[in-house]
């Protein structure tokens, strides 16, 4: 490879995992803003780390400079509007800017991965294992947010529409009986067990997530998540996010 392809490549992997951080920003600031609460020690980790960025900083909100907790940012979006749907629109836009710049420079040859595909599912499934030694909370909220992830795209995919804020077994739920996967459209027992496993799974994960991830606020005498736990979330998640791709893949075939 000659040198100004390489060169080229490096600059195109930079702006795909900027876009990656302030999409991540973007989710994370939606979930605070919708009634799904994000720990200080996130959104003051993610402010530093883009504040960094010199180049694309010019494209963030000016407001967000001047949110330095959680809580001033709370109380900056609650004063937006009373209504999930308005802010989550609000920060769509508030967004849009810099995510349209970061995206315009994922040019060939790298675009293709932007397609959500199994190497972008293998890629957040690495992340959170690579978190799961020492970052644990943080390890089961990737996993979680993967699964959430995959159901979503399915159901954009299909069209088929479902409500904001909706609850990740109620979101499997939609998703198994578009693809065949509800234990209550199969009559072999074998299969009614399996499947009614993996919805356990995924409601379980959702569970283990708010009571174990970081996404939410701790208490003193909250129980702390070892690896073991992260290590079981990582690998369950993982597991099913590609399942449940692979089996919508086939579906379309």
Same mark, same amino acid.
């Given at each position: 490879m000659n040198e100004d392809l390489y060169l080229e490549e490096i600059e195109t992997i930079n702006h795909f995992l900027d876009f990656e951080l302030i999409q991540y920003l973007q989710e994370n600031l939606i979930s605070h803003a919708?009634?799904?609460r994000i720990d200080n020690d996130i959104f003051q980790y993610l402010r530093k780390e883009i504040l960094?960025?010199?180049? $694309? $900083?010019?494209?963030?909100?000016?407001?967000?400079?001047?949110?330095?907790?959680i809580d001033q940012y709370w109380g900056f979006i609650k004063a937006q509007s009373g209504t999930y749907a308005e802010r989550r629109?609000?920060?769509w836009n508030e967004f849009s800017e810099i995510l349209d710049y970061l995206e315009?420079?994922?040019?060939?040859?790298?675009?293709?991965?932007? $397609?959500?595909?199994?190497s972008n599912i293998n890629s957040q499934w690495q992340k959170a294992i690579e978190r799961k030694n020492t970052d644990p909370?943080?390890?089961i909220t990737i996993a979680r947010t993967l699964i959430e992830t995959v159901l979503k795209h399915i159901l954009d995919e299909q069209q088929i529409?479902?409500?904001?804020?909706?609850?990740?077994?109620?979101l499997?739920?939609?998703?198994?009986k578009s693809l065949n996967l509800a234990p209550e459209q199969h009559q072999e027992g074998i299969f009614k067990q399996i499947l009614g496993g993996a919805s356990s799974i995924v409601s379980g994960l959702g569970a283990v997530r708010n009571k174990l991830g970081d996404a939410h606020g701790k208490s003193k005498k909250s129980i702390k998540p070892s690896e073991r736990h992260s290590e079981l979330a990582v690998n369950l998640a993982g597991s099913m996010a590609m399942f449940l791709f692979k089996t919508y893949n086939e579906a379309k075939k």
């Open positions: 919708t009634g799904d960094q960025k010199r180049k $694309i $900083i010019k494209f963030l909100p000016k407001w967000y400079f001047r949110l330095r907790t629109t609000f920060l315009s420079k994922i040019e060939s040859p790298l675009v293709e991965e932007l $397609i959500f595909d199994e909370e943080a390890a529409e479902y409500k904001d804020g909706v609850e990740l077994p109620e499997y739920k939609i998703v198994a």
